[in-house]
């Protein structure tokens, strides 16, 4: 009866440093009989999944030398076998000066660690970053709109973020527009009013320009309390009421 024992496995490396290569060395042991094997031997191999599935057809390795039950091949199933889930290797041998068929020896093996180095050939897959080196990901490696306002994180754009005059005025209008006002303002006295404008956001900034204003009278744009809505504030410092009547207003809003 023949049968394999004790194994070891172990990937050869490559010399290049930016990939592993798909060839690994299987070394196991051999017993024929009930005594450590000695001669030459075929040994067929096939790896599965933990439920048996074989994943390629079988890799043959012809007449390997067995010493005292030791023996040493190696095997290369490309780079889509180790992809991260369990395997097994089904090892099957026959004489070396036979040709008949290979029996298959119990139970499959269990490939373990070293062989799932080759998954770092699909790094660039990866799901999950620890950190990402500066300048390694370029405008061409992110698609149109990938990221949006929902996953960038509260104050994560910093000042020492943006490069000088790469954000303009532009960039942050909210809503525009022009319009005339009609309002009086007592002596000594400040009114606040609330003024519909199209294309304001409730809580945009405004900034709020006028035609020229009656000496003693200042007006303010404070905030946008709801949408459409411009709250403007009209202070009199003057000792007699002051009435304005179709007062040219222009406004810009910032969100």
């Known amino acids: 009866m ?3 024992g004790l194994f070891t496995i172990f990937l050869v490396l490559a010399c290049q440093a930016h990939a592993v290569t798909t060839p690994f060395t299987f070394q196991g042991s051999l017993e024929d009989g009930g005594l450590p094997a000695n001669g030459s031997y075929d040994l067929q191999f096939v790896p599965t999944t933990v439920n048996g599935s074989a994943l390629t057809s079988p890799l043959t390795v012809e007449d390997v030398a067995v010493v005292g039950g030791v023996f ?4 290369d199933f490309g780079s889509f076998v180790f992809t991260g889930s369990d395997r097994k290797l089904r090892v099957s041998v026959r004489p070396g000066a036979s040709g008949g068929a290979f029996v298959p020896l119990s139970p499959d093996l269990p ?3 070293a062989p799932y180095s080759l998954t770092t050939n699909y790094a660039l897959n990866a799901s999950i970053a620890e950190d990402v080196v500066d300048n390694a990901i370029n405008a061409t490696d992110i698609a149109s709109s990938a990221v949006t306002t929902a996953k960038i994180q509260n104050d994560a754009v910093t000042a020492d973020k943006l490069a000088s005059n790469s954000v303009s005025i532009a960039s942050f209008i ?3 527009a022009t319009g005339a006002i009609s309002i009086s303002v007592g002596a000594n006295d400040c009114n606040e009013f609330n003024l519909a404008f199209g294309g304001i956001a409730a809580g945009d900034f405004v900034v709020l320009n006028t035609d020229s204003l009656p000496d003693d009278l200042i007006l303010t744009g404070m905030n946008a309390p709801a949408a459409n809505t411009m709250r403007i504030k009209a202070c009199n ?9 179709n007062l040219g207003v222009r406004y810009i809003s910032f969100r």
């Open 2 to 4: 023949i049968r394999i």
């Open 72 to 75: 040493t091949v190696e095997l």
């Open 111 to 113: 490939i373990h660690a």
């Open 174 to 176: 909210g809503g525009s």
């Open 237 to 245: 410092v003057g000792a007699t009421s002051i009435s304005v009547d």
